[in-house]
């Protein structure tokens, strides 16, 4: 899949740490039931691998991908457990030269033009503007429209329900990320009716 069609297959993707193993496939299926089918399982925790195995396995409907990646040993081992895709919170030159040979999209976290230039120059047009809300939120993806129309992005960080819609207005916006879908308590309850609610209302956001 392309990373425009997986960014814009939900109008929210929700960005997850998983601390515990055995929620993984019922808090993706709780997503997906939801109306939230593109998936951000983090790095972050000792279980992010695993759980991206087990949700590409087991949970139909969900486009799962990686978040946190960092170099290209982690590329190549996200796709190699069966994400669509890997997010990085930042993009330098080892990693944008590792996305040239992935067999997935690399849709890299960017916070200046120089960076969004470096995407560029190895065939990126998609990326996640990050931490969205503390480099400029809006206004900066406005800016950023100016200069490189060519250019769609997933803002994440500090995004929430409440200011989710002026984001999905801009031209240049896909979908949004954020972790409001999944709270801890819910998903350590496992109350996944309250994340499928959590997601119906992320997938009427779209305008
Ligand atoms: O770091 C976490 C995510 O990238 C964004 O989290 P947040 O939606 O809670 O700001
Ligand atoms: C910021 C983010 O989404 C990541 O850690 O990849």
Not at 111 to 129: F, P, Q, R, S, V
Not at 179 to 191: C, E, F, G, I, Y
Request: hydrophobic share 45%; aromatic share 4%; glycine share 10%.
């Amino acid at each position: 899949m392309n990373p425009r069609d997986i960014l814009s297959a939900g109008a929210v993707v929700p960005v997850m740490a998983i601390d515990d193993i055995h929620t993984a496939v019922d808090l993706a299926h709780a997503l997906v039931a939801g109306g939230i089918p593109t998936l951000e399982i983090t790095l972050r925790t000792e279980h992010g691998l695993k759980a991206i195995e087990l949700i590409a396995k087991e949970v139909q409907g969900a486009i799962v991908g990686a978040g946190t990646v960092i170099n290209g040993e982690q590329l190549k081992a996200v796709a190699d457990v069966g994400a669509k895709f890997a997010i990085s919170p930042g993009l330098n030159i080892k990693l944008a030269e590792a996305s040239l040979n992935s067999s997935i999209p690399l849709i890299p976290g960017i916070a200046t033009a120089g960076e969004l230039m470096l995407g560029l120059e190895h065939g990126i047009d998609t990326m996640k503007l990050f931490p969205a809300e503390v480099v400029g939120g809006r206004d900066m993806l406005k800016a950023l429209h100016g200069p490189f129309p060519q250019v769609k992005f997933c803002p994440t960080g500090g995004i929430n329900l409440a200011s989710a819609p002026e984001y999905l207005k801009l031209p240049n916006v896909l979908c949004v990320g954020g972790t409001w879908l999944t709270p801890k308590d819910a998903v350590a309850n496992k109350d996944w009716d309250t994340i499928t609610r959590l997601a119906k209302e992320a997938s009427a956001l779209r305008p």
